[in-house]
């Protein structure tokens, strides 16, 4: 152990099965607020510094196994072969290191609002009072489920005693068990070697180590955490949306205290890993994910789901739903917009109402303002983008790239048929098909031209309204030659 260790090793209970969550993934593998319960417990315990960290895995294992490997690569999965108990479970681990000294962290994986600062102070009063078990415990209005803190006359820990089989005037006590202990490893691979399962549920309790610790002389203590809130487990999925709830409580107040408008707490939901900046403004409705960051100034929601997007100064993003995609300064999207992974928007940019974007890079101060499909594309400065475009980039085997110049209009209701380029300052006709590049400055007109058929509604409509109109406007029997003028030319 070195010196800036807290504690030599982590041990993460997450064998478990987790019956009550009723659910075919592993218990700590349920998310809240961006992480797993595991990865929220692993998160907390991090700053610790322990060289070694242990996660017993049973249930699911090659699922958690798999999910570890991707949030937490540094820890060693250790195997309970069967699920014999949380103290079976611990010893498994502490089994695994034979040569393992000093303190050791053991906590329940399914403990999600675990904060550094609580594992911190818990290592240091178990150092400060030369206890070779400490465990933490809160003060808890409804303990029902957990265990029971027992203290002997002068207050100091006895026992832990669980639920089913504690006294009633045992169930009355209020000061329950965290699930969260530390422990000197010697200490811990005797007791835990030593674990009877004369118990309700005949299996080995790590709650039954501090019993014979204490008959021993052995000096252990029970620190209760300074917010009780931090200690609750997740058990099944009323408590997983309890502590969900708890969880975005926190970032929110905290976001708050930074400087970031929240209009509706109850409404908005920022996972722990997302960044907002000071006076960035988050409307009712809005869920924040993944690594998205909101910068300065900007307005979020209401309505809107940002997953993975960096949302830039002074942006704003209105009823929409958005995935790995930047948002630059100034730039506006919605009502309404679809932005996938991949699409870049320079600042002063807008996408408006029911335009979906994928990898595309969009150019300072262009415009896709309505109910466009803009897919593999490059679009430079100031263009238009006209409503109802449809960049064609699917050929129904392999997808093809667009390129439009800087200052082009493209003209509603084009298809732009990739790979094509359309140069800088070029037109294209209203209705095009556009398969072929257009150059700088020209315009690409690529549809059928106009024919008016003089006389039609009288001769094939006779009696409607539509005749009685054309009547009145005098033309009901112009007999003119049908035109073929192009309007466009
Ligand atoms: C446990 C404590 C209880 C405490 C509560 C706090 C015990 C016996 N009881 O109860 O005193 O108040 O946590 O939330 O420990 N696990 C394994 N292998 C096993 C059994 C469990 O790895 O064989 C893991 C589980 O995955 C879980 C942890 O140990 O992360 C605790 O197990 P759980 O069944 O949730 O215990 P609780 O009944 O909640
Ligand atoms: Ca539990």
């Known amino acids: 152990m070195s010196p800036q260790q807290a504690v030599a090793a982590v041990v993460v209970l997450a064998a478990g099965q987790g019956t009550r969550m009723r659910s075919a993934t592993p218990k700590v593998l349920h998310e809240l607020g961006g992480r797993s319960m595991l990865g929220h417990v692993l998160a907390a315990a991090a700053p610790l510094g322990a060289g070694t960290t242990l996660v017993v895995v049973g249930s699911g294992r090659e699922t958690v196994e798999q999910h570890l490997a991707a949030v937490a690569p540094g820890a060693r999965t250790v195997l309970q072969e069967q699920q014999l108990g949380s103290g079976h479970a611990a010893r498994v681990a502490v089994d695994a290191v034979p040569d393992l000294e000093g303190p050791v962290l053991v906590v329940n994986g399914d403990a999600p609002l675990l904060t550094a600062g609580t594992l911190e102070s818990l290592v240091a009063a178990h150092t400060a009072a030369g206890s070779v078990f400490t465990v933490l415990t809160a003060e808890v209005d409804d303990p029902t489920g957990l265990g029971r803190i027992v203290r002997d006359g002068r207050g100091a820990p006895r026992a832990i005693v669980e639920e089913r089989d504690a006294t009633a005037e045992q169930r009355a006590l209020r000061e329950v068990n965290a699930g969260v202990y530390v422990a000197d490893a010697g200490t811990l691979r005797r007791v835990l070697a030593g674990l009877a399962t004369d118990n309700a549920q005949g299996e080995q309790y790590l709650t039954d180590a501090l019993a014979p610790l204490v008959d021993g002389g052995a000096p252990v203590a029970a620190v209760r955490a300074a917010d009780p ?239 009685r109109a054309a009547e009145a406007a005098g033309h009901e029997g112009a007999e003119a030659a049908d035109t073929g003028a192009d309007a466009s030319e």
């Not at 932005?339 to 029911?354: E, I, N, Q, S, Y």
């Not at 140069?423 to 059928?448: E, L």
Request: with cysteine; proline share 5%; net charge neutral.
């Open 229 to 467: 809130t931090d200690v609750l487990g997740c058990n099944d999925r009323v408590e997983l949306a309890a502590r969900r709830r708890t969880l975005n409580d926190r970032v929110l107040d905290a976001l708050m205290r930074a400087g970031v408008t929240v209009v509706d707490p109850a409404t908005t939901w920022v996972d722990v890993t997302v960044d907002v900046a000071p006076d960035a403004l988050l409307e009712p409705g809005v869920q924040l994910r993944g690594t998205t960051a909101v910068a300065a100034g900007a307005v979020v929601g209401p309505d809107t789901t940002l997953t993975d997007c960096t949302v830039e100064e002074g942006a704003r993003v209105v009823r929409s739903h958005c995935e790995g995609a930047v948002v630059g300064p100034r730039a506006s999207v919605g009502p309404f917009s679809y932005l996938r992974p991949g699409t870049r928007l320079a600042a002063g940019t807008k996408v408006g109402a029911f335009v979906e974007t994928k990898n595309v890079q969009v150019g300072e101060g262009s415009k896709v303002p309505h109910l466009s499909y803009v897919g593999d594309a490059t679009i430079g400065r100031g263009a238009n983008i006209g409503a109802a475009t449809v960049f064609v980039n699917y050929d129904g085997v392999a997808k093809h790239h667009t390129t439009i110049g800087d200052e082009v209009r493209v003209g509603s209701d084009t298809m732009l048929v990739a790979p094509v380029t359309v140069g800088d300052g070029a037109y294209t006709a209203a209705g095009s098909v556009i398969t072929q590049d257009v150059p700088p400055g020209a315009m690409g007109v690529a549809r059928a031209r106009q024919r008016n058929v003089a006389g039609w509604v009288r001769r094939r409509r006779p009696g409607t309204a539509a005749a």
